[in-house]
């Protein structure tokens, strides 16, 4: 493994305090506007979801995970928006995905296969697939943004301790202009 990336970014992060940088990003925990943004852990989203809506530090909490599409009612996806809006006043839900995702048409038997390849044992799959995890399936992307993006808004919507006063709204973002379009969210 390469330390050097480390550091590198420890050494930044020394310079960073020394100058007092941080000063230019001091806000509260609660977030300005009130809302939550679940969005994909796409490396060029990092700047350029922010900017495209007009974020500034402290206007929102950010949600992020691979695809933005949550799997399950009970994990930590929604443990996390449970605590914005009961802990920190969100009141407001946006879902944004986008364009040519990578997990759009991801296969989990690919990466099972990866996994093995990387010295995961057969035996370690079959003990967690044994234990009723569809491996394959959880691993699996998806094939339609926006139906990826409204089941999300839906299970949302629909999850028995999101209160009927927060508002859920999906979006796709254009990974190349920032252009967000709205998703019919039924």
């Known amino acids: 493994m390469d330390n050097k990336v480390n550091e590198q970014l420890l050494a930044y992060n020394r310079q960073f305090v020394e ?8 806000t ?3 977030p300005d506007k009130k809302t939550a943004i679940i969005s994909c852990m796409d490396t060029r989203l990092t700047t350029l979801l922010p900017a495209a809506l007009g974020l500034k530090n402290g206007d929102v909490k950010m949600i992020k995970f691979a695809g933005a599409v949550i799997t399950d009612p009970f994990d930590s996806a929604i443990r996390s928006l449970l605590v914005a809006i009961y802990e920190l006043g969100v009141n407001n839900v946006m879902v944004i995905a986008h364009t040519n995702c990578g997990a759009h048409g991801m296969s989990g038997e690919a990466m099972l296969a ?18 009723g995890i569809d491996l394959k399936g959880w ?3 998806f094939d339609d943004t926006a139906k990826a993006v409204s089941d999300t808004v839906s299970l949302i919507k629909h999850h028995p301790l999101i209160p009927s006063d927060v508002e859920v709204n999906g979006f796709i973002i254009d990974t190349g202009t920032g252009e967000l379009r709205p998703v019919d969210n039924q």
């Open 139 to 141: 691993l699996t992307g």
């Open 114 to 131: 990866e996994m093995r390849s990387r010295g995961i044992s057969q035996e370690t799959i079959g003990t967690i697939e044994r234990c």
């Open 28 to 30: 509260s925990k609660y």
């Open 19 to 26: 100058s007092k940088a941080y000063e230019s990003y001091k």
